[in-house]
């Protein structure tokens, strides 16, 4: 019992923490529109429709840092608008021609949305380009999900109450045993000692 409480405990103290570190991931992403970036790979949060049924709002997606010369036809990307309504977004579309140099050498290249009535973006240039779409994190989606609404919040601040509030608890525990050992005189101390030698030897002779 006391090894599946140890379990437990432990268990407890990772849902929290991996908690902890996403609500903070969550809140440095709506507060700040920073781009996370691990070892080559960016995680972005999917803002709007645009790419439905493929992409819904609020997926959470890892995108592969890479640059214009490495897409292709059918590639899906994440670019910074630079006009319109799409400057200084990261928009992440699908590209529907293969890339083309013009006789600068810059690369142009033409995307849009998969929704059903999507209209094609400005040609964008090889620069613009942040990287391909990988996959999508379906477990952080959903999570994601959950904290961005008032309930998730809700949920994780529970959680932390009923965490404070069992280690609390030990506390108070470890408090009182420790105040009990104190109030015993030398002379209490010295015969439960001796009542366990005397049951430790028993023991041994039954053996």
């Keep these: 019992m006391k090894n599946f409480r140890k379990v437990l405990n432990v268990l407890s103290t990772i849902l929290l ?3 902890t570190a996403l609500v903070v991931f969550v809140f440095v992403i709506r507060l700040t529109g920073a781009k996370p970036k691990i070892f080559g790979y960016y995680i972005f949060n999917v803002a709007s429709d645009s790419m439905t049924p493929m992409l819904e709002v609020n997926d959470v997606i890892l995108v592969k840092q890479c640059g214009g010369e490495d897409v292709h036809k059918g590639d899906v990307i994440t670019y910074r608008g630079q006009s319109g309504e799409l400057a200084g977004k990261d928009i992440t579309h699908k590209v529907i ?3 083309v140099k013009d006789s600068g050498g810059t690369i142009r290249i033409k995307t849009k949305g998969t929704k059903d009535g999507a209209i094609e973006d400005p040609v964008l240039t090889g620069e613009q ?8 994190l379906k477990i952080l989606s ?6 961005k609404q ?3 919040l809700a949920i994780f601040l529970g959680v932390i109450v009923l965490f ?3 280690e609390i608890r030990n506390l108070v525990k470890l408090s009182k045993k420790a105040d009990a050992i104190e109030s015993l005189s030398k002379e209490q101390i010295k015969e439960i000692l001796k009542q366990a030698e005397e049951e430790s030897k028993s ?4 053996e």
């Design 17 to 19: 923490l991996s908690a």
């Design 97 to 99: 021609e293969e890339p």
């Design 203 to 206: 023991d041994n002779n039954g």
């Design 150 to 152: 008032w309930y998730g």
């Design 142 to 147: 959903f999570i994601f999900t959950i904290f």
């Design 129 to 136: 380009v942040i990287g391909k779409y990988v996959r999508t």
């Design 164 to 166: 404070m509030g069992a």
